[in-house]
Protein backbone atom coordinates (compact mmCIF):
# COMPACT_ATOMS: atom_id res chain seq x y z
CA UNK A 1 0.00 0.00 0.00
CA UNK A 2 1.26 3.58 -0.86
CA UNK A 3 -0.08 6.20 0.61
CA UNK A 4 0.30 9.93 -1.00
CA UNK A 5 0.01 13.16 0.91
CA UNK A 6 -1.24 16.27 -1.83
CA UNK A 7 1.04 19.08 -1.75
CA UNK A 8 0.31 22.57 -3.55
CA UNK A 9 1.89 21.62 -6.56
CA UNK A 10 -0.27 18.74 -7.54
CA UNK A 11 -3.41 20.16 -6.70
CA UNK A 12 -6.07 21.08 -9.01
CA UNK A 13 -5.17 18.06 -11.14
CA UNK A 14 -7.90 15.28 -12.03
CA UNK A 15 -7.03 11.98 -10.27
CA UNK A 16 -5.96 9.84 -13.12
CA UNK A 17 -3.64 12.39 -14.79
CA UNK A 18 -1.56 12.97 -11.77
CA UNK A 19 -1.39 9.33 -11.26
CA UNK A 20 0.24 9.01 -14.52
CA UNK A 21 2.75 11.63 -14.11
CA UNK A 22 3.54 10.48 -10.89
CA UNK A 23 3.68 6.66 -11.67
CA UNK A 24 4.59 5.56 -15.27
CA UNK A 25 5.27 2.51 -14.66
CA UNK A 26 1.39 1.62 -13.21
CA UNK A 27 -0.44 0.79 -16.95
CA UNK A 28 -3.48 2.69 -18.32
CA UNK A 29 -5.34 -0.59 -17.79
CA UNK A 30 -4.50 -1.11 -14.25
CA UNK A 31 -5.14 2.49 -13.08
CA UNK A 32 -8.79 2.72 -13.98
CA UNK A 33 -9.76 -1.02 -12.96
CA UNK A 34 -8.10 -0.18 -9.71
CA UNK A 35 -10.03 3.12 -9.41
CA UNK A 36 -13.03 1.24 -10.44
CA UNK A 37 -12.35 -1.98 -8.11
CA UNK A 38 -11.75 1.04 -4.77
CA UNK A 39 -8.14 -0.42 -4.27
CA UNK A 40 -7.00 3.43 -5.27
CA UNK A 41 -9.15 5.96 -2.49
CA UNK A 42 -9.43 9.18 -1.41
CA UNK A 43 -9.23 10.67 2.24
CA UNK A 44 -10.57 6.78 2.77
CA UNK A 45 -13.76 7.17 0.22
CA UNK A 46 -14.44 5.97 -3.25
CA UNK A 47 -13.11 8.24 -6.01
CA UNK A 48 -13.35 9.03 -9.79
CA UNK A 49 -10.66 9.27 -12.35
CA UNK A 50 -12.58 12.50 -12.71
CA UNK A 51 -11.93 13.72 -8.84
CA UNK A 52 -9.86 16.88 -8.98
CA UNK A 53 -7.29 16.67 -6.16
CA UNK A 54 -7.56 19.43 -3.15
CA UNK A 55 -3.92 20.12 -1.13
CA UNK A 56 -4.35 18.06 1.85
CA UNK A 57 -6.36 14.86 -0.13
CA UNK A 58 -4.60 11.40 0.95
CA UNK A 59 -4.77 8.97 -1.15
CA UNK A 60 -4.41 5.59 -0.28
CA UNK A 61 -3.51 2.97 -3.06
CA UNK A 62 -3.51 -0.84 -2.28
CA UNK A 63 -1.43 -1.80 -6.23
CA UNK A 64 1.87 -4.02 -5.96
CA UNK A 65 5.32 -2.33 -5.21
CA UNK A 66 5.95 -2.92 -8.91
CA UNK A 67 4.05 0.03 -10.07
CA UNK A 68 5.77 2.69 -7.75
CA UNK A 69 8.67 4.16 -9.59
CA UNK A 70 11.75 4.87 -7.50
CA UNK A 71 13.15 8.52 -7.96
CA UNK A 72 16.50 8.38 -9.04
CA UNK A 73 18.87 9.78 -6.82
CA UNK A 74 21.52 11.65 -9.79
CA UNK A 75 19.70 14.21 -11.84
CA UNK A 76 20.33 14.70 -14.78
CA UNK A 77 19.82 18.60 -14.82
CA UNK A 78 22.97 18.48 -12.17
CA UNK A 79 24.85 17.98 -15.14
CA UNK A 80 24.28 20.82 -16.73
CA UNK A 81 26.53 23.86 -16.42
CA UNK A 82 25.90 26.55 -13.53
CA UNK A 83 25.76 29.60 -15.56
CA UNK A 84 22.72 31.56 -15.36
CA UNK A 85 21.57 34.73 -16.16
CA UNK A 86 18.51 35.84 -13.79
CA UNK A 87 16.78 39.39 -14.63
CA UNK A 88 14.13 39.01 -11.50
CA UNK A 89 13.27 36.66 -9.07
CA UNK A 90 10.18 35.86 -6.76
CA UNK A 91 8.80 32.89 -5.11
CA UNK A 92 6.75 31.97 -8.25
CA UNK A 93 9.10 33.36 -10.91
CA UNK A 94 12.06 33.67 -12.82
CA UNK A 95 12.96 35.63 -15.46
CA UNK A 96 16.17 34.77 -17.56
CA UNK A 97 18.28 36.36 -20.14
CA UNK A 98 19.24 33.55 -22.39
CA UNK A 99 22.10 33.24 -24.29
CA UNK A 100 21.95 32.75 -27.94
CA UNK A 101 23.44 29.08 -29.03
CA UNK A 102 21.31 27.50 -25.84
CA UNK A 103 18.62 25.16 -26.50
CA UNK A 104 15.33 25.83 -24.12
CA UNK A 105 14.84 22.41 -23.71
CA UNK A 106 16.93 18.91 -24.64
CA UNK A 107 16.13 17.47 -27.87
CA UNK A 108 17.09 14.10 -28.97
CA UNK A 109 20.64 14.44 -29.51
CA UNK A 110 21.67 16.86 -27.02
CA UNK A 111 20.38 15.73 -23.75
CA UNK A 112 22.00 17.63 -20.58
CA UNK A 113 22.48 21.34 -21.16
CA UNK A 114 19.33 23.92 -21.99
CA UNK A 115 18.24 26.25 -20.02
CA UNK A 116 15.46 24.60 -18.07
CA UNK A 117 18.36 21.68 -17.05
CA UNK A 118 20.44 25.53 -15.66
CA UNK A 119 17.50 26.60 -13.77
CA UNK A 120 16.37 23.09 -11.82
CA UNK A 121 20.23 23.20 -10.98
CA UNK A 122 19.80 26.42 -9.63
CA UNK A 123 16.81 25.97 -8.21
CA UNK A 124 17.60 22.80 -6.59
CA UNK A 125 20.86 24.32 -5.40
CA UNK A 126 18.83 26.93 -3.75
CA UNK A 127 17.06 24.29 -2.32
CA UNK A 128 13.84 25.62 -4.16
CA UNK A 129 13.48 22.53 -6.14
CA UNK A 130 13.30 18.77 -3.95
CA UNK A 131 12.61 16.25 -6.74
CA UNK A 132 12.01 13.11 -4.55
CA UNK A 133 9.29 15.50 -2.62
CA UNK A 134 7.42 16.15 -5.86
CA UNK A 135 5.37 13.57 -7.41
CA UNK A 136 4.11 15.50 -11.06
CA UNK A 137 5.57 19.12 -10.90
CA UNK A 138 9.27 20.29 -12.05
CA UNK A 139 10.00 23.91 -12.75
CA UNK A 140 9.11 24.96 -16.21
CA UNK A 141 9.66 27.82 -19.00
CA UNK A 142 6.23 29.41 -19.80
CA UNK A 143 7.72 30.88 -22.80
CA UNK A 144 10.30 29.51 -25.87
CA UNK A 145 12.66 31.34 -28.38
CA UNK A 146 14.84 29.70 -30.53
CA UNK A 147 17.75 28.04 -30.13
CA UNK A 148 20.06 31.08 -31.83
CA UNK A 149 18.17 33.62 -30.66
CA UNK A 150 18.29 35.82 -26.83
CA UNK A 151 16.60 36.84 -24.32
CA UNK A 152 14.17 36.77 -22.06
CA UNK A 153 12.75 33.50 -20.83
CA UNK A 154 9.92 33.10 -18.13
CA UNK A 155 10.35 29.94 -16.10
CA UNK A 156 7.50 28.95 -13.43
CA UNK A 157 8.29 28.03 -9.82
CA UNK A 158 4.99 26.41 -9.14
CA UNK A 159 2.06 24.30 -10.80
CA UNK A 160 -0.38 27.08 -9.90
CA UNK A 161 2.35 29.75 -11.61
CA UNK A 162 2.48 27.85 -14.56
CA UNK A 163 -1.38 27.62 -15.05
CA UNK A 164 -1.78 31.16 -14.47
CA UNK A 165 1.18 32.14 -16.91
CA UNK A 166 0.30 29.87 -19.41
CA UNK A 167 -3.16 31.07 -19.57
CA UNK A 168 -2.23 35.02 -19.32
CA UNK A 169 0.16 34.01 -22.47
CA UNK A 170 -2.99 32.42 -24.46
CA UNK A 171 -4.66 35.93 -23.67
CA UNK A 172 -2.25 37.63 -25.27
CA UNK A 173 -1.64 39.35 -21.65
CA UNK A 174 2.15 39.48 -21.86
CA UNK A 175 4.12 41.90 -24.35
CA UNK A 176 7.44 41.02 -25.57
CA UNK A 177 9.48 43.41 -27.91
CA UNK A 178 12.28 42.07 -30.12
CA UNK A 179 15.23 43.53 -31.27
CA UNK A 180 16.37 42.30 -34.88
CA UNK A 181 18.73 43.41 -37.82
CA UNK A 182 17.44 42.99 -41.17
CA UNK A 183 19.06 43.08 -44.88
CA UNK A 184 18.02 46.19 -46.71
CA UNK A 185 16.02 49.24 -46.33
CA UNK A 186 11.94 49.39 -44.86
CA UNK A 187 9.25 50.66 -46.97
CA UNK A 188 7.67 52.16 -43.95
CA UNK A 189 9.34 54.01 -40.78
CA UNK A 190 6.41 52.06 -39.12
CA UNK A 191 4.35 49.44 -40.27
CA UNK A 192 1.99 46.43 -39.14
CA UNK A 193 2.30 43.42 -41.14
CA UNK A 194 -0.42 40.75 -42.22
CA UNK A 195 0.34 37.19 -43.63
CA UNK A 196 -0.53 33.40 -43.40
CA UNK A 197 2.12 31.20 -41.72
CA UNK A 198 1.87 27.02 -42.72
CA UNK A 199 4.31 25.22 -40.94
CA UNK A 200 6.16 22.31 -42.50
CA UNK A 201 7.30 19.78 -39.39
CA UNK A 202 9.70 17.63 -41.31
CA UNK A 203 11.67 20.68 -42.38
CA UNK A 204 11.59 22.56 -39.13
CA UNK A 205 10.45 26.01 -40.90
CA UNK A 206 7.45 27.81 -41.79
CA UNK A 207 5.97 29.40 -45.06
CA UNK A 208 4.57 32.44 -45.85
CA UNK A 209 1.68 34.05 -47.92
CA UNK A 210 0.29 37.44 -47.94
CA UNK A 211 -3.16 35.06 -49.49
CA UNK A 212 -5.14 32.46 -46.86
CA UNK A 213 -3.47 29.01 -47.08
CA UNK A 214 -5.79 26.23 -46.20
CA UNK A 215 -4.30 25.06 -43.09
CA UNK A 216 -2.15 28.26 -42.51
CA UNK A 217 -2.57 30.62 -39.61
CA UNK A 218 -3.29 34.63 -39.61
CA UNK A 219 -0.19 36.35 -38.38
CA UNK A 220 0.14 40.01 -37.66
CA UNK A 221 3.71 41.35 -36.92
CA UNK A 222 4.61 45.09 -36.38
CA UNK A 223 7.98 46.95 -36.34
CA UNK A 224 9.43 50.28 -36.12
CA UNK A 225 12.67 51.56 -37.50
CA UNK A 226 15.03 52.70 -35.14
CA UNK A 227 18.28 52.94 -37.10
CA UNK A 228 19.87 52.39 -40.96
CA UNK A 229 23.27 51.84 -41.77
CA UNK A 230 24.99 50.67 -45.05
CA UNK A 231 21.93 48.49 -46.31
CA UNK A 232 20.51 47.24 -42.98
CA UNK A 233 18.00 48.45 -41.06
CA UNK A 234 18.01 48.17 -36.63
CA UNK A 235 14.33 47.29 -35.74
CA UNK A 236 12.00 46.98 -32.76
CA UNK A 237 9.45 44.31 -33.32
CA UNK A 238 6.18 44.09 -31.68
CA UNK A 239 4.60 40.37 -32.49
CA UNK A 240 0.46 40.95 -32.38
CA UNK A 241 0.34 37.01 -32.92
CA UNK A 242 2.86 34.57 -31.15
CA UNK A 243 4.06 31.82 -34.45
CA UNK A 244 7.12 29.50 -35.20
CA UNK A 245 9.47 31.41 -36.98
CA UNK A 246 7.13 34.19 -36.90
CA UNK A 247 9.86 36.93 -37.20
CA UNK A 248 12.32 35.83 -39.35
CA UNK A 249 9.53 34.15 -41.41
CA UNK A 250 7.70 36.79 -41.80
CA UNK A 251 10.25 39.93 -42.55
CA UNK A 252 11.93 37.34 -45.36
CA UNK A 253 8.88 37.01 -46.92
CA UNK A 254 8.84 40.71 -47.86
CA UNK A 255 12.25 41.06 -48.99
CA UNK A 256 14.04 41.65 -45.52
CA UNK A 257 15.77 38.56 -43.72
CA UNK A 258 17.50 38.90 -40.83
CA UNK A 259 21.11 39.45 -40.71
CA UNK A 260 22.82 36.53 -39.74
CA UNK A 261 19.93 34.17 -40.34
CA UNK A 262 20.70 30.91 -42.78
CA UNK A 263 17.69 29.28 -42.73
CA UNK A 264 15.54 32.41 -43.97
CA UNK A 265 18.58 34.24 -45.49
CA UNK A 266 21.21 33.60 -48.04
CA UNK A 267 24.89 32.75 -46.72
CA UNK A 268 25.75 35.11 -49.89
CA UNK A 269 23.69 37.63 -47.57
CA UNK A 270 25.12 36.91 -44.65
CA UNK A 271 28.81 36.63 -45.45
CA UNK A 272 30.01 40.04 -45.23
CA UNK A 273 28.26 40.48 -41.50
CA UNK A 274 30.28 37.76 -39.95
CA UNK A 275 27.35 37.31 -37.73
CA UNK A 276 26.94 33.55 -36.48
CA UNK A 277 23.54 33.41 -36.20
CA UNK A 278 20.13 35.81 -36.90
CA UNK A 279 20.32 39.13 -35.02
CA UNK A 280 17.32 39.03 -32.99
CA UNK A 281 17.03 39.13 -29.28
CA UNK A 282 13.75 39.48 -27.14
CA UNK A 283 14.76 42.12 -25.01
CA UNK A 284 11.86 43.42 -23.34
CA UNK A 285 8.77 41.66 -21.02
CA UNK A 286 5.51 43.12 -19.92
CA UNK A 287 2.70 41.81 -17.91
CA UNK A 288 -0.29 43.23 -18.93
CA UNK A 289 -3.23 41.82 -17.44
CA UNK A 290 -6.67 42.34 -18.83
CA UNK A 291 -8.41 39.63 -16.47
CA UNK A 292 -7.54 38.96 -12.52
CA UNK A 293 -3.76 37.77 -12.48
CA UNK A 294 -4.99 35.67 -9.06
CA UNK A 295 -2.18 35.04 -6.77
CA UNK A 296 0.40 36.46 -9.44
CA UNK A 297 -1.75 39.82 -9.49
CA UNK A 298 1.42 41.55 -8.19
CA UNK A 299 2.88 41.62 -11.62
CA UNK A 300 0.59 43.48 -13.65
CA UNK A 301 2.51 46.56 -15.23
CA UNK A 302 5.90 45.74 -14.77
CA UNK A 303 8.37 45.27 -16.83
CA UNK A 304 11.50 44.42 -17.70
CA UNK A 305 14.42 44.95 -20.20
CA UNK A 306 17.62 43.54 -21.41
CA UNK A 307 20.50 46.56 -21.42
CA UNK A 308 20.90 47.27 -25.31
CA UNK A 309 24.25 47.71 -25.07
CA UNK A 310 24.59 44.02 -23.93
CA UNK A 311 23.00 42.83 -26.82
CA UNK A 312 25.47 41.00 -28.82
CA UNK A 313 24.72 42.94 -32.23
CA UNK A 314 23.60 46.24 -30.88
CA UNK A 315 27.71 47.74 -31.28
CA UNK A 316 28.08 45.44 -34.17
CA UNK A 317 25.56 47.24 -36.48
CA UNK A 318 27.24 50.69 -37.19
CA UNK A 319 30.11 48.27 -37.55
CA UNK A 320 29.03 46.44 -40.61
CA UNK A 321 30.30 46.75 -44.13
CA UNK A 322 28.09 47.77 -46.69
CA UNK A 323 25.09 45.54 -47.33
CA UNK A 324 25.37 42.52 -50.64
CA UNK A 325 22.46 43.28 -53.37
CA UNK A 326 19.77 40.21 -52.53
Known amino acids: MKEITIGPNDAGQRLDKFLTKAYPNLPPAMLYKSIRKKDIKCNGKRCEASTRLEEGDCLRLYLKDEFFQQKPQEYDFLKAPASLSVLYEDENILLVNKKPGLLVHPDASYHFDSLIARIQRYLYEKQEYTPQDEYSFAPALVNRI ?72 TIRTRYRVLEEHAGYSLLEVDLLTGRTHQIRAHLASIGHPLAGDGKYGTNAQNKPTGFPYQALYSYFLAFRFQTPGESLQYLDG ?5 PKESIWFWKEFHRLPPASTP
Open 146 to 217: DRNTGGIVIAAKTAEALRILNLKMRAREVEKRYLCIVHGTMPHKEDTLTGYLEKNEAKNRVYISRRPLPDGK
Open 302 to 306: KSWQV
